[in-house]
């Protein structure tokens, strides 16, 4: 008389490094660092237009690309504390703000620049949330 039995299976462990202390890895200053140097390169260009530099399109472009970094390193630096819609949202709110910010630069309207933001906003929250949630362990 057979009996039903159920056969150990092996999981695979996946092979993870340890994590740094406080978690900073060079990844997490390096990204920020290089999108807020994109920023602030694309802010002074647009302000720019084709004519001569000036002080004001420099600092406007340095505060714009260092505002832009502290922020995107603070969010990278809780992002793994936040929920997962709070997680998409927070990529959402940094994509959709550069470029309505970049967007208004051109000297279009309030409502056109707050308008594309949200777009890219939505978009970006909704590709976010699907990669979130489909690669969450």
Do not use: K
Request: aromatic fraction near 12%; include cysteine.
């Amino acid at each position: 008389m057979a009996t039903h039995a159920t056969m150990p299976t092996r999981r695979r462990q996946h092979a993870r490094t340890p994590a740094r202390e406080g978690g900073h890895t060079p990844l997490a200053w390096a990204v920020p660092v290089s999108l807020g140097i994109i920023l602030g390169f694309w802010a002074f260009y647009i302000q720019r237009d084709g004519g001569t530099t000036t002080d004001a399109q420099i600092v406007r472009g340095v505060v714009s690309g260092v505002a832009y970094a502290v922020l995107c390193y603070a969010f990278v630096m809780i992002r793994r504390a936040l929920p997962r819609e709070l997680r998409a949202a927070g990529y959402a709110l940094l994509a959709g703000g550069a470029i309505g910010y970049l967007f208004s630069l051109n000297g279009n309207s309030v409502f056109s620049s707050s308008g594309l933001g949200l777009v890219v906003g939505a978009g970006t929250f909704v590709a976010m949330f699907y990669m979130i949630y489909t690669h969450e362990e």
